[in-house]
């Protein structure tokens, strides 16, 4: 079965600080991999997407993706109470099927 | 980003009816889009892979009979829970994936909210 495994949290860190989530996946074969953000009782929004072994950058947050080691993380520099949700890894697997990790609680405090 | 919309956003009904639930890309045409249910605290769990024009494709115990699926055109699909019963209550959502390609994005509807009394 193909996985994607996420610590649950919660992740404290304080505002301004640099807040890291892990992800790891299963399937080698995999190419795409994504990060979604979900606030409490809404519906999943794209944060990012990354294919390719390192970093990249898009205002505060950095995706790095390692494939050798099968390991994607999401980096949210100066962290904001309003970054304060569940972080969702995806990947795509199989046949384009999506796969959700059961993501990371972040919690950052003022 | 993709837009997707979903009506309606809350859903409350008696156990036994039927309740129709619309997925609709704004933007753009999506030939492949998918229905999720969340219960409260879990993952996102794939219920269904919808393509237009043809059957849907169902998760290993998703019961196809229960939850209908269309995908009549390229930018809505609906998804109907019959018999509606309380252990359905539930957050769904649909995605929509964009054109081909390689980005293989999905984009997120808002999701409905389903309480069967």
């Known amino acids: 079965q193909k996985e994607v495994e996420q610590n649950s949290g919660p992740l404290s860190v304080p505002e301004g600080a640099i807040a890291s989530l892990n992800c790891t996946y299963s399937d080698r074969g995999s190419q795409s991999f994504f990060w979604y953000r979900q606030y409490s009782g809404k519906s999943p929004e794209l944060i990012m997407f990354i294919y390719s072994n390192g970093d990249k950058e898009d205002g505060r947050f950095t995706a790095q993706l390692n494939k050798a080691s099968q390991y994607v993380s999401l980096l949210i520099r100066d962290s904001q109470p309003s970054d304060s949700a569940t972080y969702l890894c995806?990947?795509?697997?199989?046949?384009?099927?999506?796969?959700f990790g059961k993501g990371t609680m972040l919690l950052v405090s003022p | 980003g993709a837009v997707v919309s979903q009506h309606p956003s809350w859903v409350i009904c008696k156990s036994g009816t039927s309740v129709k639930i619309e997925c609709r890309s704004l933007?753009?045409?999506?030939?492949?889009m998918f229905w999720y249910r969340q219960f409260p605290k879990q993952s996102l769990m794939l219920m269904a892979t919808s393509n237009e024009g043809s059957k849907a494709t169902y998760e290993q115990g998703v019961e196809k009979d229960k939850f209908l699926i269309n995908h009549a055109s390229l930018t809505l699909s609906t998804l109907t829970v019959t018999s509606a019963h309380p252990e359905d209550s539930s957050f769904y959502i649909c995605?929509?994936?964009?054109?081909?390609?390689?980005?293989?994005?999905?984009?997120f509807g808002p999701g409905t909210r389903l309480l069967v009394l």
């Open positions: 995806a990947v795509i697997t199989g046949y384009s099927t999506l796969t």
């Open positions: 933007d753009f045409q999506a030939t492949t």
């Open positions: 995605s929509a994936r964009d054109p081909p390609g390689r980005q293989e994005t999905q984009y």
